[in-house]
Structures are given as structure tokens and as C-alpha cells.
Nanobody, 120 residues
Framework: QVQLVESGGGLVQAGGSLRLSCAAS????????MGWYRQAPGKERELVAS???????NYADSVKGRFTISRNNAKNTGHLQMNSLKPEDTAVYYC??????????????WGQGTQVTVSS
């Protein structure tokens, strides 16, 4: 079994910064892609940013230039640095990882979510 645990959410004023962290543990052979998603009340979950094992990144247009995704393959951790936060960034943020539990089997895992609230 694999667990993803997020941390770093909270309440911040518009223009402020937060750094989210995701720690993966359990029966991990290798983590391929990692990503951060968010879900605001009444809206669908959306991709915020993703990063491949080799470090290639992808961002939603709404966060480009403000958010930076990173990872540490040796520690099985991922991070999302969020700067210049806006009230519309308010949501529950979820860590996602595609995890190989063996050479031949790969599964999707999600964290429990961490609340980010940006006040105006």
C-alpha cells in the first residue's frame, strides 16, 4: 500500500505565498509522474501542475509564472511553491502520484487534500 500525505496549506492574504509538500511512503518501487490538483466549492477538480520523473513540468494557464512544482526522487517527495496568491486560488489541493509498486504494476494514488484559503 502507498500513502501520500500533504502538508503546508493554510490561510494567507492575497499576494502572499505558501509551499505545499507531499510525502509518499509505503511499497514504492518508483514514482513516475507527480502532480497537484485543486477543487474549489462547486467546481470540478482541475490540474494545477505536474512533473515527470525527469523534471519536465506542465502548468495550468491560471498559475503559470506564479506556481512552481518540484520533486525529490530520492526522498519520494513533491512540492508546490505558490506565490502571488489570489482569492481564486482558494481550494482544496490534492497531491497525485503515479506509482510503480513493482516493475510491472503502476497505480494512481491521491493524498487526503489540504485546504488553501486566500483572503482578499
Amino acid at each position: 500500500q502507498v500513502q501520500l500525505v500533504e502538508s503546508g496549506g493554510g490561510l494567507v492574504q492575497a499576494g502572499g505565498s505558501l509551499r505545499l509538500s507531499c510525502a509518499a511512503s509505503g511499497s514504492i518501487f518508483r514514482i513516475t509522474d507527480m502532480g497537484w490538483y485543486r477543487q474549489a466549492p462547486g467546481k470540478e477538480r482541475e490540474l494545477v501542475a505536474s512533473i515527470t520523473r525527469g523534471g519536465s513540468t506542465n502548468y495550468a494557464d491560471s498559475v503559470k509564472g506564479r506556481f512552481t512544482i518540484s520533486r525529490n526522487n530520492a526522498k519520494n517527495t513533491g512540492h508546490l511553491q505558490m506565490n502571488s496568491l489570489k482569492p481564486e486560488d482558494t481550494a482544496v489541493y490534492y497531491c497525485h502520484a503515479e506509482v510503480k509498486v513493482s516493475a510491472n504494476y503502476e497505480y494512481d494514488y491521491w493524498g487526503q487534500g489540504t485546504q488553501v484559503t486566500v483572503s482578499s
